[in-house]
């Protein structure tokens, strides 16, 4: 079992919608990215949350530290929403090694 | 990006012979990673630095070295390049407060 789950893998939505995307860690952890990456593109960081909740513009992001779980919402999703999710952990264990999630491919349609 | 560049970006080689992936930073970060993402596995950890000559193996380690001569210069080698190790290859750098930033990727193909 990977430490660090992801679901759904895939989501194929229609402009306009709310979408959900969940992450789900077996390990303590000292902070969660959720990281976006384009087709063809690179990797940047959305948000880095230790507790909480962020927003940024469409975009919020929650996590949940005592049921190790963390959701990534898209409010109004576009299509330039189109990309992967990547949920990634940094474990508390000292190590600077960070735990990725294989990401959920989203797929706004127009 | 906050500063961090891979070069090269595309790259064809032919299977044996030596590669190296340069990943350079400018914001003196002391964390550095080598990913490779292939269909499937999302991001495996291949090495990483903690420091100036300070380096140690991640998952996806075996025919891979690094090196780190100075903080802003991370340089990845595959010895003898095989088919296997075409890949998308992402350099990451930890920042202050727990950040990452990842360069732009470097696509070899090894033919």
């Known amino acids: 079992k990977n430490e660090v789950e992801q679901s759904p893998q895939n989501l194929t939505a229609q402009e306009g919608e709310f979408i959900t995307i969940n992450c789900s860690y077996s390990v303590g952890i000292s902070a969660l990215h959720w990281l976006q990456q384009h087709p063809g593109g690179g990797i940047v960081s959305l948000f880095m949350?230790?507790?909480g909740k962020k927003k940024h513009g469409r975009l919020i992001a929650t996590i949940n530290i005592q049921e190790k779980h963390s959701s990534l919402h898209i409010t109004a999703s576009h299509p330039r929403d189109s990309a992967v999710y990547i949920c990634?952990?940094?474990?508390?264990?000292?190590?600077?090694?960070?735990?990725f999630g294989t990401g959920t491919r989203l797929k706004v349609l127009a | 990006d906050a500063g961090i560049t891979q070069s090269p970006r595309h790259k064809v080689t032919e299977t044996g012979t030596p590669v190296t992936l340069r990943c350079h930073q400018t914001e003196n970060h002391r964390y550095m990673y080598w990913y490779r993402q292939d269909p499937g596995h999302g991001l495996r950890l291949i090495h990483y630095s903690y420091g100036v000559k300070d380096t140690d193996k991640g998952e996806v380690s075996d025919g891979y070295s690094v090196s780190r001569s100075k903080t802003e210069d991370f340089l990845l080698t595959l010895e003898s390049a095989t088919s296997s190790q075409t890949s998308v290859y992402f350099c990451a750098a930890q920042g202050a407060g727990n950040t990452i930033y990842f360069g732009e990727g470097s696509w070899l193909t090894v033919v």
């Open positions: 949350l230790s507790s």
């Open positions: 990634a952990v940094l474990p508390n264990s000292g190590t600077y090694k960070y735990i």
